[in-house]
């Protein structure tokens, strides 16, 4: 099976900054689509951006112009910028690859707290 691990998160004040990384354990042109999804307490996890092996993107409407996926698929490897944070973006945040024939794996986790 695939290994996903995120790194990066944190405590920040609102209107602070933080970069996520999630390195998936494979070869290149196995993993298609690597994500990111988030769930906040009490509420259902959601996607927050999501990234094809060929570049295609896709953004909650709650972070457009605030966050940025980027992808290096030399290291299978995804990142998230995120900017101007607000304190609802508070929540683990989970990185998902997945692969050409359908398997998806899930990483731990990576906590992102959002708090004056």
Do not use: H
């Not at 995804?78 to 024939?101: H, S």
Request: charged share 15%; glycine share 12%; with cysteine.
């Amino acid at each position: 099976q695939v290994q996903v691990v995120e790194s990066g998160g944190g405590l920040v004040q609102p209107g602070g900054s933080l970069n996520l990384s999630c390195s998936a354990s494979s070869k290149i042109y196995s993993i298609d689509i690597m994500g990111w999804y988030r769930q906040a307490p009490g509420k259902e996890r959601e996607l927050v951006a999501s990234s094809t092996y060929s570049g295609a993107t896709n953004y909650a409407e709650s972070v457009k112009g605030r966050f940025t996926i980027s992808r290096d698929n030399t290291k299978n490897t995804i990142f998230l910028q995120m900017n101007t944070l607000k304190p609802e973006d508070t929540g683990v945040y989970y990185c998902r690859a997945q692969e050409w024939f359908g398997r998806n794996t899930w990483g731990q986790g990576t906590q992102v707290t959002v708090s004056s």
